[in-house]
C-alpha cells in the first residue's frame, strides 16, 4: 500500500541553524500539507501546497519557513534560523485529485529537537 | 481558541465492550470530519470521516455519528479490542482539500 515517507526521523540541531526536512508523498497525491505537534499539545497544520505554489498558511508559518517541491517526488519544509520552541513532530501528509474522499494520508513524522 | 474540543483526555474500557469517543465543535462551516488514531512515533493514520451533510457512517467497527445541531460528533467502536489502544483525534475541515484542525485527542486503553 502506498505510504508517505520522511526523512530524517531525528533531527537535531543548533538554535539558529537551517533545517530542511523531507517528505515522499504518496506518488499520484497532488497536494501537499505540513503540520507540526509540539509536545503535549494538538497537531497543527502549518502549510498546504497545490500545483507548485502555497494555497494555505497558518500564523506559525512566518518568513523563517518555507516550502519546495524540487522534483516531481519531494515535498520539502524549511527553517532558516531554527529556535528552542521549533522543537516538536513534523508531519507531512498528502491527499489526492478533488472528490469526495480527498483523505489525508500522513507520515511517519520527524522529530525536531532545537538544543 | 479551540475550534475542535476533546474533552475527555483518557478513556480505559473493557476488551469486547463499547468504546465512545466524543468531539465537539464550533464553527458550523466544516464540511468534513474525520477521525484519526495515533500510536506513539508514528504519524496519524485515518480512521474513517463523515460528510456535513450526513449523520452516520458505519465502517466495520467504527461508525461515526454527527450531530450538527449540537455541533458535535462521537465514534463509536465495538467491539473494542486490545490493538485499539492509542491516541485517537478528531479532526475538522472546511472544504475538500482544506487544512485539518485537530482536538487535542483521547487517549483509549482496551483491556484484556
Known amino acids: 500500500e502506498p505510504e508517505v515517507t520522511q526523512t530524517p526521523s531525528h533531527q537535531v540541531t543548533q538554535m539558529g541553524q537551517e533545517v530542511i526536512l523531507r517528505c515522499v508523498p504518496i506518488s499520484n497525491h497532488l497536494y501537499f500539507y505540513w503540520y507540526r505537534q509540539i509536545l503535549g499539545q494538538k497537531v497543527e497544520f502549518l502549510v498546504s501546497f497545490y500545483n507548485n505554489e502555497i494555497s494555505e498558511k497558518s500564523e506559525i508559518f512566518d518568513d523563517q519557513f518555507s516550502v519546495e517541491r524540487p522534483d516531481g517526488s519531494n515535498f520539502t519544509l524549511k527553517i532558516r534560523s531554527t529556535k528552542l520552541e521549533d522543537s516538536a513532530m513534523y508531519f507531512c501528509?498528502?491527499?489526492?485529485?478533488?472528490?469526495?474522499?480527498?483523505?489525508?494520508?500522513f507520515g511517519p513524522g520527524t522529530r525536531l529537537t532545537v538544543l | 481558541d479551540q475550534q475542535v474540543k476533546q474533552n475527555s483526555p483518557s478513556l480505559r474500557v473493557q476488551e469486547g465492550r463499547i468504546s465512545i469517543l466524543n468531539c465537539d465543535y464550533t464553527?458550523?462551516?466544516?464540511?468534513?470530519f474525520l477521525w484519526y488514531k495515533k500510536y506513539p512515533a508514528e504519524g496519524p493514520t485515518f480512521l474513517i470521516s463523515?460528510?456535513?451533510?450526513?449523520d452516520k457512517n458505519e465502517d466495520g467497527r467504527f461508525t461515526v455519528f454527527l450531530n450538527k445541531s449540537a455541533k458535535h460528533l462521537s465514534l463509536h467502536i465495538v467491539p473494542s479490542q486490545p490493538g485499539d489502544s492509542a491516541v485517537y483525534f478528531c479532526?475538522?475541515?472546511?472544504?475538500?482539500?482544506?487544512?485539518?484542525?485537530f482536538g487535542k485527542g483521547t487517549k483509549l486503553s482496551v483491556k484484556p
Open positions: 479532526a475538522a475541515q472546511s472544504g475538500s482539500q482544506g487544512n485539518l484542525i
Open positions: 501528509a498528502s491527499s489526492g485529485p478533488s472528490g469526495s474522499t480527498d483523505t489525508q494520508y
Open positions: 464553527n458550523s462551516m466544516f464540511d468534513y
Open positions: 463523515i460528510s456535513s451533510i450526513k
